[in-house]
């Protein structure tokens, strides 16, 4: 047990019973019901397949959830295009394909939504890319285009380009999962170092090491549905059901 | 075929030499060809139909104004013809319904009829309606048409840009306006440009058909210089080639600005 359960925590994502089925005949999410904390890590482990991706992708608006509902920072995801809009500001994304835009050098992809969405000078923006720039370790890297840096570089860029929105929630989808093995802890470094400084952060990733080190809580799924949710060092001692200890056997 | 023949018959000079040998060959069949219909050249007559240089003062021709308004009809019809193009490849791509059916017809109606009946059909039919000038009627007419082709290249173009790109545009609050002018259609203008150039130079060659509703562009002017002097062989060439020269340019000037941006073009 990590912290003490009576230190009363604001609750900044809600999703309650939510459920997601894509054209097809298997549902991507099944009654789906959890709350993450202000500054906590949630981890989500699972099969490929059972929906994991799908889970991070309705929580910034990327999938329209069939039913259920999702409050993230107290505003409801729902019709109301304002507050869609606003979640997306407010909800940062990790591609495990980086999702650079290629056109634009380093310095610009950060830039272009501080300039665009939060309507900063061309300076302040630069600012805020530069100190970002820096934190990542990859200031020297600013006026290059994304096809001259190596995959981990790419990926602390996509981190940093998603950072300068100063979003209250950070969505990574397997980060390191396309990366080279050694370059797998260079971006997980940056994301222990996000974590550590009180982000609250929805992690979907097969480092299982990591997981366990960064993580407050985790959420293992099949099929769409959460077969076990449990604080992290609950989960990895003493996981409840037979189903999850065998996961995590094989996977460990 | 040891490598060096190999190289050899790959190399410029012989591709060089290939096409001296042909255009001689050609020009030797025109020769030949117009003797025996007793054809008198006359070339010493055409420079002064391009200009005349009289006391120092530059006077041009009845071919250098048809070319200059050839290249203002193309010029406006290409701006009207991207307009038209994108507008339509947006609405296909659009929720709407409306919007997409509107483009669907606008697509099918342009691309099945012949292009001299909607030029025609716009300076008979439309011009007295809506009070069109030539001009006008010429222009709106031709980027109709262009644009009906250039939004389907559009089109194509959008659409091949991955979808990680919208999704990454998306999680960053980027409004759908600033996502396809900053991050989508900067990287498919890049990829068409090679086609829309094409569709350009297709302009360029259609807007000849503009003549024949007495637009005074160059192949107008061609048609009346040899109404009056009968010069058919060297007016002909001479208009062939200036269309071939500005045809040429264009796609010369896409291929510089094509590999000066490194990734992309910026709109920003
Ligand atoms: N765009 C889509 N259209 C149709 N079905 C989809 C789509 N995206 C995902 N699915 C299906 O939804 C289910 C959940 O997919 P999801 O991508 O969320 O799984 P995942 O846990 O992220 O898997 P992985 O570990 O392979 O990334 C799968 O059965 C998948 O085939
Ligand atoms: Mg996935």
Known sequence: MTRSESVVKEIIIDVDNI???????????????TRVNKGDVLVVIGPSGSGKSTFLRCLNGLEEIDSGTIIIDSIPLDDNE??????????????????????????????????LVRKKNRQQATRTTMDLLDKVGLAEKAESYPAALSGGQQQRVAIARALAMKPK??????????????MIGEVLEVMNLLANEGMTMVVVTHEMGFAREVSDWIIFMEA????????????????????????????? | MNLRKKIMLNSPVIDGIKFIMLAMFCGWLIYRGSGRIG???????VPRYLFT????????????????????????????????????????????????VLARVYLEVIRNTPLLVQIFFLYFVLAPIFELERFAAAVIALSLFEGAYASEIIRAGIVS?????????????LSSFDTYRTVVLPQALQR?????TGQAVSLIKDSALVSTIAVYDLTMQGRTIIAETFLTFEIWFTVAAIYLIITLVLSLIVNVLEKRSPGGVQFT
């Open chain 1, 82 to 115: 304002k507050h869609r809009l606003e979640i997306r500001r407010e909800v940062g994304m990790v591609f495990q394909s980086f999702n650079l835009f290629p056109h634009m050098t380093v310095l610009e992809n950060i830039n272009l939504a501080q300039r």
């Open chain 2, 39 to 45: 054809y008198n050249w006359q070339w010493y007559q």
């Open chain 1, 224 to 252: 769409g549905r959460i077969v076990e949710q449990d604080r992290s060092g609950n989960f990895f001692s003493n996981a409840k059901k037979e189903r999850t200890r065998r996961f995590l056997s094989q996977i460990i």
């Open chain 1, 19 to 33: 459920n997601k089925t894509y054209p097809g005949p298997i549902p991507a999410l099944v009654n789906f019901t």
């Open chain 2, 53 to 100: 240089f009289d006391n120092n003062i530059f006077t041009p021709g009845p071919l250098l104004e048809g070319l200059w308004v050839t290249l203002k009809i193309t010029a406006c019809s290409l701006v009207l013809a991207t307009v038209f193009g994108l507008l339509t490849a947006l609405l296909r791509l659009s929720g709407s319904l409306v919007g997409r």
């Open chain 2, 161 to 173: 840009i991955h979808r990680g790109q919208w999704e990454a545009a998306h999680s960053l609050g």
């Open chain 2, 192 to 196: 068409i440009l090679p086609s829309l």
């Open chain 1, 169 to 182: 929630v950070m969505l990574f989808d397997e980060a390191t999962s396309a990366l080279d093995p050694e």
